[in-house]
Every structure is written in structure tokens, then in C-alpha cells.
């Protein structure tokens, strides 16, 4: 599977976003999806996931309550909305999809990656 993502841009600190990934293929319903995100000098972390129904999450601790992670499998697409957005949530934003069954927090589990989305928090 091809991951696409996009919707970064730059965001006062206190506002919202919401970042796409488009999936290519017919299989997009079989891989659980998850987003990660890297700062600069920072390792790449996870941030949130979805089960390939859609039925379940989870997130990063930092961003419970704020991120909204959600797809929608009849348009290949994965979202993540982020609210009440602060100057540490900038990072370049990643999606990525898990072949394998257990919403993984994981990076090492997600087989496919797509290119960068890069968000600016201002303060």
C-alpha cells in the first residue's frame, strides 16, 4: 500500500488541523493504521492508531483528549484531527499502516510509511 499525507501547515498555538493520509490499493481495510511524527533532533513517536474497522484507538498520553484519530475506509483515508494544538506538537507528521492485527504502538510493527507532513505550532 501507497501513503500519501498532507494538511501540515502553520498553526497558532490553541487552534486545530487535521492531517489526511490517502492510502492506494483495494486492501486499505485490512492494515490498522497509525500516525507518528518526528521533531527535529527527536526520534520518531507514535501519536495515535486505529483498528482497520475503525472501532477502536489509541493515542499517545500527550495528546489524549486534544488528537481525534479516524478513517474512513470506503475513500482509502486515514485522519487525524488535532485541537487545542501547542508549540510541542510541531513536528513532521507521518502516517503509516500495520498489516498485523493489535493497534501497535510500536513503529518497527508498521510496514508502510508515508512521506512527511510538516506542522508548525506558533506561540
Known amino acids: 500500500v501507497q501513503l500519501q499525507a498532507f494538511g501540515g501547515g502553520l498553526v497558532q498555538a490553541g487552534g486545530s488541523l487535521r492531517l489526511s493520509c490517502a492510502a492506494s490499493?483495494?486492501?486499505?481495510?485490512?492494515?490498522?493504521m497509525g500516525w507518528f511524527r518526528q521533531a527535529p533532533g527527536k526520534e520518531r513517536e507514535f501519536v495515535a492508531a486505529i483498528s482497520r474497522s475503525g472501532g477502536s484507538t489509541r493515542y499517545t498520553d500527550s495528546v489524549k483528549g486534544r488528537f481525534t484519530i479516524s478513517r474512513d475506509n470506503a475513500k482509502n483515508t486515514v485522519y487525524l484531527q488535532m485541537n487545542n494544538l501547542k508549540p510541542e506538537d510541531t513536528a513532521d507528521y507521518y502516517c503509516?499502516?500495520?498489516?498485523?492485527?493489535?493497534?501497535?504502538?510500536?513503529?518497527?510493527?508498521?510496514?508502510?510509511w508515508g512521506q512527511g507532513t510538516q506542522l508548525t505550532v506558533s506561540s
Open positions: 503509516a499502516a500495520d498489516p498485523v492485527y493489535g493497534l501497535a504502538n510500536d513503529r518497527q510493527k508498521f510496514d508502510y
Open positions: 490499493g483495494r486492501t486499505f481495510s485490512k492494515y490498522d
